[in-house]
Structure formats: structure tokens, C-alpha cells
């Protein structure tokens, strides 16, 4: 009795150990493998990091604690009867130990795949190297699993300790290599530099042409793209150039750089698939080297050069493209938020590089598939035994007496299913491993580069066919941005439902569920981008899209505040207002939804993102919170339920907040909104002065100098006013009317 407690006591404290250890492999699996998108949430990193620094010494704790063959000796005092001096137990937990070094093995097999290695330029930021503290956690395994495997056939040891080991060390050796070959390389680790002198040198180019003989048509520039390790490269003060080959022939080689403009003149008859979707793949990859200029503080004017600009602004220009150039900028962000927050890019320093990284994977897959297969019976026949075997004897004077006895302790399946569960768990994040180098966009431009630089294979019609196959790879895991727009209202009536406590709980009191940005908010905003571009307004506060207006100057006083966050704070209370009055499912025009979206959609940015706007993060945030806390107090007495009407319901709620509210934006919000009611006869007329009003201010407070706010932003998976902000940046607008962006030109000279 005195034995079982003391063991059972022990096995019970391990139990809790493995349940642990088993939470915390599937937090570092899901996460990593799954959950990229939330790592750069601060409680997701915490439990990330958590989990990660806990899991190896808990193993090492359990392993050390039962150990392969434990013994127990429980000495008796000299009264115990029959002159029995001891009792004596030794017990067998190989299988115990077999399990646990193979879910350290396999968890950090899994680690390698999710840590995010970056090679940027110093202007960038700060490199991140391989983990080569992993190497180090897979010698002290290898160590705990030679110690636990003591009997064990070498095939055994073979399987469960060394071939692990080999994986591991042979995937941080690759990633190394990928790692330091990337920093070193002109197409990624020091392409800012590149480009940002070849920039200058284009423009100085086209300053040149424009004077000996002004331009026809639009051209489409010649936008790096890809493969700028193909030609030498020379230090210049500015940062990096091509060394000219004085060759004197103007031919194009299959060693040069691979740009936009060569992409562009390829017909459909040369291209596998239907060139348009290649091109504009293309054009978002070679936007994206642009934008990482920026990000690393290169001072580029006219979005790099003029005809960059014209080109992009004649894309923005044309009917109905609007979702072409969203899905331009959404795949440029894309590769934005690939750089800076995955592996992924460092893979493509060598073209075979991902065929390894892919072959490695499939390594890992055959090795997991290989051990189920190797230990399928002993696992199933194992399956009902117990965790630990244990015989039990009693000595006299040192010497035995009667045989040893049986015992049986804990279960099997503690270790079993979460081996299983861990395994699965490996092998799907090796097959999303695979599938994002095979359906990713860098995969598709570096296979179109070298498919345009090399003429056999566009007469091959394998190559074609495997070409057009990869091209046509989709996956959604890959998709960062999926265009949807967050909304949150300042003006939320007391709830009908216990639903505001869970709110509460999660610190989301007025943040609304993301929905799917309409169509009608692209077209509108792209009408004032257009206005903007065409320069029949300037990039305003709302003002310019007031005066188009035959009765908007009666509105004009609302856009006098201290910042862009009390303006949408009260043209949003007037919003709302409106909607409530209006409210009629059926009725909902394209100018209503987009000037309610839009609407919803900047006052979460002054809640939750007020970095992204132009004012002071803590005074909009403030003013925020000051305005809820009135609306609040304003509308304690606002009935919790009942059947009336929108009319009715607009009337009470005007009167309480005309009744009740302190606070002065509260107080303009209402008058604006009742102006607003007064003034139109029409709705329809209402709620395109409203959609017109919102679309110029979104891209009012979209430009900015905050790069690390937008960097965080693309990291949670992108943000309408990050896009909007990149989208801007190409058409020229970096700034606002009467701010000078030294990086770039202001919306005067864009204008």
C-alpha cells in the first residue's frame, strides 16, 4: 500500500506533466504552422513564447523523473514483523521514454518550418537569422533519447533518436545557407539600394527623352522585376548599380534583369495562361520592391519616376478597374507581409532552393508515415498495457525473499493518442510547407522570369504544360488580405441581448464583426482618387467634395476641427443618426452602403487603430473614449426593447441626445445630423453627399509616415487604409495639401 501511494502519487504528477506537454505542443504547432496571421498579436506571442520555453525542460523534468528503469526501495523499521528489512521495486518505462524524446523530436522538427527568418536591408530593419538554438534543443534530445533507448535495438534508436536529429540539423543547415545567400543577394537582402539607384537613374532617363522628343502614349516603364544577381553590380554613394558592359549592343540577354516592360509585351500565344492576370502578378511584384524603398527610408519622388506614375495613374484612370487595381496593391501587400513576417522569400536566393525546402519536406512526411508503419502493431497491441511495468519484492538481510510480484501502473493511451495527435499535426504542416512553395506568387514570378529570359523553354511543350499547371495554383491560405474592412460605431444602442457582457469580456465593446468590403466602397473610392488624379480637386478633408455640392457649403463647418479624428467623429455620430432614421433594408442604395461602411469603418480606426491616422494616437484614442462614455450617459434612458418605428426611433434618440449630451463633438454630431435631415428632401441625394464626403476623407487620412504602424498592420493581415495608404504612395500622393514628405512628393506637385 505504502508503494502504490508513492508511485501512483508520482505517475499521477507525470500524467499532469504529459497533459501539459500536450497543450503545449499543439499551441507551438497551431500557432506556428496555422496561426501566422495572430503571431504578432502580443497574447498570441506571449503563449507562443510561453509554450516554447517550457516545453523542452518539462520533458527533460518527466524523462529524468521516471527515467528507463527506475527503483524504489521503501526501508522497514526494526519492529516490522518477520524481520523484513526492505521493500525493493524496479520498474520499466522504455515505451514511456520512447514517447516523450519523439514528441520533442517532432515538435521541433515543426518549429523549424514556422520561424520567420528575414533578410532585409540595414535601412529595413534588423536581420533575423535561423534558430540556431533549435540545433542545440536537438543535442540535448538526442542525448535524452541515447539515455532513455538504453536496450534498445540500434534500429529502434536509429529511428527514434538519430534520424530526427539528421532532419533537424540538415533543415537548419539549408535555412542558414538560404539565410546568408539572401542577405548577400541583389534581388532580396540589398534590392532596396538597387532599385532606388536604378529609380534614378530611370528618371533621369526619361527626363532626358521628354526634352529631345515628348512622349505619344503612356509606356509601360521598366519596372525591375526579377534575377538583378544575373548582372554585376557596382557601390555607388546612392547605394548600388549595374556596371555597364560598353558592349555597345542594346539586346536584351538572357543574363540581364528581368523587367515589367518585356513581361508586358509578351502575347498570350508566348504565355501558358491568359497574360493578364501574369502581368498585373508581375506589377504588383515589381511595386513591392518600390514600397520597399520606402520602408527602408530611400527618398523616392513621383512614386520613382514619372512614367511609374503615369503608368500607374493610367491603370486607375480606366473604367471599371477598380478591383484590377485592388488586386494589384492586395498581392503587392502580400509580398510585403511575406518578406517581413515569413521564411518564405529567403527560399527563392537560389532557384533550387524551394525544390530542396519541398524535398526536405517530403523527407519529414516519409519519416513520420515510416515510424507509424515501423510500430502499427506494437502501437496497437501496446495500446491497453500500462505506462509503467513494475515487480515488486521484500529482502531480509540483503537477500530476497519469496518471488518477485507484478504490478501494473497508469495507462498507455496518455502517451498514445497525443503521439498520434502530434504526428498528424507534423505532417499537415509539412504539406502546407509544400503547398506554399508550390501555390505561392513567388514561385509564380520567379517561374514567369526565368520562363521570359529563357527562349528554349517557351518552345517546349512539356515545360509549357507544367508551367500553366503551377500558374493556375490557388491556395487561400495564402491569400493575407481577404477584403474585408472592420466596423465600430461610437453610437451603439443599449443591446437587446446578454450579448454586450461576452463583449465586455473580450474588450470589444463597440467593434462590430468584420464584413466583406461592398463594391460600392471600391467604386467610390476610386471616383475620388480619380477626382484627385485628374486634378479637379485637391486631396481634402471633405471640403472639396462639399463644394461640388449645391448645398454642401451649409455643411462646411463640420470640417473645422482640431484633427482628422474629431471630424469623423462627428460626421460618424451624423452617419448613424441617419441610418437609424432611414433604415430600411430594401431601400439600401450603393451610396448609403458605401457612406455607412466607410463611416463605421474610420471610427474603428480611431478606436483601434489611431496610429494609421494623422493626429496623436493617445488624443484620438482620448476623444474616443470621452465621446463613448457621453453617448453612454446620453442614452441610459433609451428603452431596451419595443416594436417602433425608425421614425420613432430616430425622434427618441435625437431627443435623449440633445437632452443629455455634454460632450461637444456629441453635441455637433446631432446638429449635423438634424441639419443634414432638414436640408434634403432627397435620401438618395443625402447619401451620396455623404458616400462622396466619406471617400474623400479615407483618402485624406490615408497618407502617412508611420511605416512601422502600416508594417504592423500588414502583419495581422492587411488594413483598407494600409492599401489605400500603398495605392496613394504609387499615384504620387504622399502626403497632404499643405505637408512635405521629404521622402516623397506632396499631393500639390501629384496634383
Known sequence: ATFHKKIRGQIWKVNSLLLIEAVLAGVMVGIGAFGQRYRRHPFTRLIFLGATTLFLPIISSVVSTIGSEPNFVINFSPEFPYHLSALVATCDASNHSFVLVMWAFLVQIVMINTTVIVSVDEREGQSTSPPLELLVNGGWTIYLGVTAFKGFPWISICLGSVTPFALLGTKIVVQWYASRTARRSFSLGRNPGL????????????????????????????????????????????????????????????????????????????????????????????????????????????????????????????????????????????????????????????????????????????????????????????????????????????????????????????????????????????VRDMSSYICSNWTKVSLICRYVNRASLQHSICMQRWVSLLLRCRCKLMKHWDEKMSQCSVLVLPPRTNQLLVRRLFRLPDRGRNVKMPAAVKVCIFNALTSVINGSCLLSNGVESLHRSQVGDNFIWACHGKGASDIILVWHIATCILEVKQYDQDSNSDHKIAATHLSRYCAYLVNWCPELLPDNKEWSKSLYEAVKKDVKCALAEHPASGSSTPEDEHRKLVELLQANSKHELLKNGVKLGMQLVDTFNDEEAMWKLLADFWSELILYVAPSDNLEGHKEAIARGGELITLLWAMLFHAGIASRTGEHDGATATSGSAV
Open 195 to 430: 532599385v532606388f539607384v536604378y529609380m534614378q537613374q530611370l528618371q533621369a532617363g526619361e527626363a532626358s527623352q521628354d526634352a529631345a522628343e515628348p512622349p505619344v502614349s503612356v509606356d509601360v516603364p521598366p519596372l525591375l522585376v526579377m534575377r538583378e544577381d544575373e548582372k554585376k553590380v557596382e557601390v555607388q554613394p546612392g547605394g548600388y548599380a549595374f556596371k555597364d558592359d560598353h558592349s555597345g549592343t542594346t539586346l536584351v540577354s538572357n543574363i540581364d534583369p528581368v523587367t515589367l516592360d518585356r513581361i508586358w509585351q509578351l502575347d498570350s500565344a508566348a504565355l501558358p495562361i491568359s497574360t493578364p492576370p501574369i502581368k498585373h502578378l508581375c506589377l504588383s511584384f515589381a511595386l513591392f520592391k518600390l514600397l520597399r524603398c520606402r520602408f527602408a527610408r530611400y527618398h523616392l519622388t513621383n512614386a520613382g519616376s514619372m512614367g511609374t506614375l503615369n503608368f500607374f495613374r493610367s491603370l486607375v484612370l480606366k473604367a471599371d478597374e477598380h478591383d484590377t487595381v485592388f488586386g494589384v496593391i492586395a498581392d503587392e501587400l502580400s509580398f510585403v507581409h511575406d518578406y517581413y513576417y515569413s521564411s518564405l522569400p529567403i527560399s527563392y536566393s537560389k532557384y533550387w532552393l524551394p525544390v530542396l525546402f519541398i524535398f526536405l519536406s517530403l523527407l519529414d512526411i516519409g519519416y513520420c508515415i515510416l515510424f507509424l508503419v515501423a510500430n502499427t502493431n506494437h502501437l496497437i497491441f501496446s495500446s491497453k498495457d500500462p505506462q509503467i511495468t513494475c515487480f515488486i519484492w521484500c529482502t531480509a538481510e540483503g537477500q530476497m525473499v519469496g518471488p518477485p510480484m507484478a504490478t501494473f501502473i497508469g495507462m498507455f493511451y496518455f502517451d498514445l493518442v497525443p503521439l498520434l495527435s502530434l504526428l498528424v499535426l507534423a505532417v499537415a504542416a509539412e
